[in-house]
């Protein structure tokens, strides 16, 4: 298996939902990592977990909250989150968190928040 | 200031023709270089990755060159195909610090 899965694809939520992400990969990387893009623009890093401790939050507002239940999972918890958090976010993951390893992307999941 | 800059913003060809993208990077010390091929919507997949000691990597149709002297990368794509049209990123890392990524070129391949 060389590919990280997200769920859902698309997410609609209102400010007051509570919502979640989901990211999962099975290549035995031990780091993960969770980007927001907005339109036209580059990855922006929100957060990187190696071996399922976080080791950098990328001063990301309290309304997303991470969550590493084990090596192969990655969550991002969503709640009270504004209009102009709506954008693509994608998750990622390397062999390790080091800068000579490739990061392998999944799809995205496209979150608009009305 | 660690900086990746990609030219053009972006590119019409027509199917079956050649281009060039370019990247210019002020990071250092220097790790890597890699390029990413971004469809709309879709994440970012890995195309080439170079390190300082190698001067072309080949990927199918891809061909990325780098000139670590000058700080500069190039992807040649050969034969253009509609499936070529998506957001070509360019991404360096640095030894010590985050990997950064280019603004990318937008790529439109027109039948």
């Known amino acids: 298996d060389t590919e990280v899965t997200q769920t859902p694809k698309h997410l609609v939520m209102g400010m007051t939902n509570k919502k979640s992400l989901k990211c999962e990969q099975h290549?035995?990387?031990?780091?993960m990592y969770w980007y927001k893009q907005k339109a036209k623009k580059p990855p922006e890093l929100m957060f990187v977990?190696?071996?399922?401790?976080?080791?950098i939050n990328e001063s990301v507002p309290s309304r997303f909250s991470p969550e590493c239940p084990n090596s192969s999972l990655l969550n991002l918890h969503l709640h009270a989150l504004q209009p102009e958090d709506s954008a693509l976010y994608l998750c990622?993951?390397?062999?390790?968190?080091?800068?000579?390893?490739?990061?392998?992307f999944g799809p995205g999941t496209r979150l608009t928040v009305l | 200031k660690n900086q990746v800059e990609q030219s053009p913003q972006s590119l019409i060809i027509l199917e079956g023709k050649n281009c060039t993208l370019q990247?210019?990077?002020?990071?250092?010390?220097?790790?890597?270089l890699r390029w990413y091929k971004q469809d709309t919507g879709r994440g970012p997949v890995s195309l080439t990755i170079m390190t300082f000691s190698e001067n072309t990597k080949s990927n199918g149709r891809y061909t990325a060159t780098l000139d670590a002297d000058t700080k500069q990368s190039s992807l040649h794509i050969t034969a253009s195909q509609l499936s070529d049209s998506a957001s070509y990123i360019c991404v360096v890392s640095p030894r010590d610090d985050k990997i950064i990524f280019g603004k990318g070129t937008r790529l439109h391949i027109l039948p």
């Open positions: 977990y190696s071996y399922e401790k976080l080791s």
């Open positions: 990622a993951s390397s062999l390790g968190q080091g800068n000579t390893d490739t990061q392998y």
């Open positions: 990247c210019n990077y002020t990071v250092s010390p220097f790790s890597n």
């Open positions: 290549m035995g990387h031990r780091a």
